[in-house]
């Protein structure tokens, strides 16, 4: 039923919601407007969700004292390797946390982090997205709506996500979809 789902979801076909819920720990929500943010990275750049405009966000709340948020991060890594050239973007925002702190812990990850990671210092982005736990993650379509929320660990690299990511670029013209299997079309000498 997940395979069908997810193959449902990457070629843009009408499924019930209630059974694309089910899919993983990712869940369907409304569609509303993601609310801004302006963070800096470990490095002291600012990072702005604006600035993805028309790309598929993931956005990752964690911290490090977190034991689902550090299992994730490797899952994540892998997603964000396989999927980035297809134009996924990853932001993990780090809740209250300073950099050292963050440095030291991306220090024994394995895969390490790529994808950028940003300090809600003050907690204001984790409050204004609603963030009642650890962790907490959301996708965002091309048009800047949360389709998609998840409370709680994920495997990001599962087949399911990915299905659920791809059909988000699809839709938006960001990765075209080949066929795997071949499919034996009936000809008049089959009766």
Not at 14 to 23: E, R
């Amino acid at each position: 039923m997940k395979c069908l789902l997810a193959l449902a979801c990457c070629l843009g076909l009408a499924i019930p919601l209630p059974a694309l819920a089910q899919m993983g720990r990712f869940n369907v929500i409304g569609g509303m407007p993601a609310a801004d943010f302006r963070l800096l990275d470990r490095g002291g750049h600012p990072v702005a969700l604006s600035a993805y405009k028309g790309k598929a966000v993931l956005v990752n709340f964690w911290a490090t004292w977190c034991i689902p948020c550090r299992r994730e991060m490797p899952a994540l890594e892998r997603l964000w390797r396989e999927m980035k050239s297809s134009g996924l973007v990853v932001i993990a925002i780090d809740a209250g946390e300073d950099g050292a702190t963050i440095d030291r812990f991306v220090r024994r990850i394995e895969p390490s982090p790529s994808f950028a990671i940003v300090l809600d210092r003050d907690l204001a982005v984790t409050k204004a997205w609603g963030v009642k736990g650890m962790p907490t993650s959301f996708i965002i379509d091309t048009k800047g709506r949360i389709v998609f929320q998840a409370m709680g660990a994920v495997e990001f690299d599962s087949a399911e996500t990915k299905a659920i990511l791809r059909g988000i670029l699809f839709k938006a013209g960001q990765v075209h979809l080949t066929p795997s299997v071949s499919i034996d079309r009936p000809t008049l000498a089959d009766g």
